[in-house]
């Protein structure tokens, strides 16, 4: 019998799995932005000390992952599990990180729901008593992923004003059956969803559908409403993607207004830096998620959240395919510590 299962797509947490300790990295644009002082580790040079952007994105999950024990006062080997995952091809950035730690490692690819993806995995797998200490961790970084997924930087291709800057950080929690910290209550895992969007250039508009259909889910299988949390947070559907999803609400007779946030659009300073539509990738509800929100509610100056990652499913190959870009998000409550 599924106990904990709710509706559909959703479960719940009866006894609270806690988010123990968290840690961020970001890098030199990111930390210029107005959550700039809350991050761990901050670093001005694009490569991480390494020789490629690649390896940067290595070097990234490591420093998380590193801050991640010692503000948890454990050892690297005390941890059991790690979900990771990345947006480079197979993930390169995760499996080269944890490459002779010796720890478990299970691989994710969401996209840019990794984040809550790898969260909310964590979560199950320690309710579930499969693992009593498991570690989340994502990141993303500009240069490699526009090497990637667009054109090559040296290119100098013009960006259209529905573009998004890929956020270059790295965020990891650890996640605990017992412990002090924000508590993990409930989840709903997502549905990939495609409204025929093909612009890999307008991807906050790609994702609004899944992001929109896995908050009603939410809503509809836990018997809640936007006035049950402080904030609903998604990932990074940057400015545009945003307002679309408050008008896609508003149609279906849901308001979300005063309550909804988007990382893609508190990563960055709209008006000071020029990021366009605003921040994605893995890199930007993580930082978001593991730099300020979590402290937030630590603090208890937020009571309860509703943390939605939320992930273009695109690939080169789809694109240049002309195929449209499907959409996945994934809901995460989570409530104060205090």
């Known amino acids: 019998m599924a106990n904990f299962k709710r509706g559909k797509q959703s479960f719940s947490l009866p006894e609270g799995i806690t988010i123990t300790a968290w840690a961020s990295v970001a890098g030199k644009r990111e930390i ?3 959550l700039g002082h809350c991050f761990d580790i901050k ?6 000390g390494q020789k490629t952007w690649e390896q940067a994105e290595n070097q990234m999950q490591k420093l998380a992952l590193r801050k991640l024990t010692e503000k948890a006062g454990i050892a690297l080997q005390d941890i059991g599990l790690v979900y990771s995952g990345d947006l480079l091809n197979q993930c390169m950035g995760s499996s080269f990180s944890l490459r002779g730690a010796g720890i478990p490692h299970l691989g994710l690819y969401g996209a840019c729901s990794t984040m809550a993806e790898s969260l909310l995995l964590a979560s199950m797998t320690v309710g579930g008593g499969f693992q009593d200490r498991v570690a989340a961790m994502t990141s993303s970084h500009f240069a490699a992923s526009e090497r990637q997924y667009r054109f090559p930087l040296g290119y ?5 004003p529905t573009s998004q800057w890929t956020v270059t950080g790295s965020g990891a929690v650890l996640v605990e059956r017992q412990g002090k910290g924000p508590k993990v209550t409930s989840c709903t895992i997502g549905t990939v969803t495609d409204l025929g969007v093909k612009d ?5 508009a790609a994702m609004v559908p899944a992001a929109y259909a896995t908050i009603r889910a939410h809503f509809e299988d836990l018997h809640v409403g936007p006035e049950d949390f402080d904030r609903i947070i998604t990932g990074d559907l940057g400015q545009l993607g945003k307002e679309l999803l408050l008008e896609l609400a508003r149609k279906d007779g849901v308001s979300l207004g005063g309550k909804l946030e988007d990382c893609g659009t508190v990563v960055f300073d709209n008006t000071k830096q020029d990021v366009h539509a605003g921040g994605s990738g893995c890199g930007c509800s993580a930082i978001a998620l593991c730099g300020y929100y979590l402290d937030q509610l630590n603090r208890g100056k937020l009571k309860k959240i509703l943390f939605c990652g939320t992930g273009a499913m695109l ?6 395919q002309g195929m ?3 959409g996945v998000c994934h809901a995460i409550c989570i409530t104060g510590g205090k």
Do not use: A, K, V
């Not at 670093?43 to 991480?48: A, V």
């Not at 690939?315 to 240049?320: E, L, N, R």
């Open 156 to 160: 100098g291709g013009q960006r259209t």
């Open 324 to 326: 449209p870009i499907p």
């Open 200 to 204: 890999s250039n307008n991807m906050g």
């Open 315 to 320: 690939s080169p190959t789809s694109t240049q």
């Open 32 to 34: 210029e932005g107005p």
């Open 43 to 48: 670093c001005r040079d694009t490569y991480f």
